[in-house]
Nanobody, 126 residues
Framework: QVQLVESGGGLVQAGGSLRLSCAAS????????MGWFRQAPGKEREFVAG????????YYVDSVKGRFTISRDNAKNTVYLQMNSLKPEDTAVYYC???????????????????WGQGTQVTVSS
């Protein structure tokens, strides 16, 4: 049974930083893609960043490029999202997700991910 457990959310002022963690367990992750998504009230869940486990290639939505960094720690089976220069519009519940495929491609559509964490709230005050 795959489990994804997020942590690290909180309240921060605009311009501040937070680091989210996603601890993964229950399956070999070498052929997986890990993604971070977010969902603000009244909005659809949107892709933020993704990383392919086996070679650490990454992909970001334009609105976070240069501010957010996704990374992974193979020994800890953990994926991180370092968020700098946070803006009020970054306020959302952030979710970690995982998908497996023969050819693991970083996808941006939530329906293509197989497992999800419970989410962690990030609130950025102005």
């Amino acid at each position: 049974q795959v489990q994804l457990v997020e942590s690290g959310g909180g309240l921060v002022q605009a311009g501040g930083s937070l680091r989210l963690s996603c601890a993964a367990s229950g399956r070999t992750f070498s052929s997986s893609v890990m993604g971070w998504f977010r969902q603000a009230p009244g909005k659809e869940r949107e892709f933020v960043a993704g990383i392919r486990w086996r070679d650490s290639s990454t992909y970001y939505v334009d609105s976070v490029k240069g501010r957010f960094t996704i990374s992974r720690d193979n020994a800890k089976n953990t994926v991180y999202l370092q968020m700098n220069s946070l803006k009020p519009e970054d306020t959302a519940v952030y979710y970690c997700a995982a998908r497996w495929a023969t050819i693991p491609v970083i996808t941006t559509t939530p329906a293509t991910y197989d497992y999800w964490g419970q989410g962690t709230q990030v609130t950025v005050s102005s």
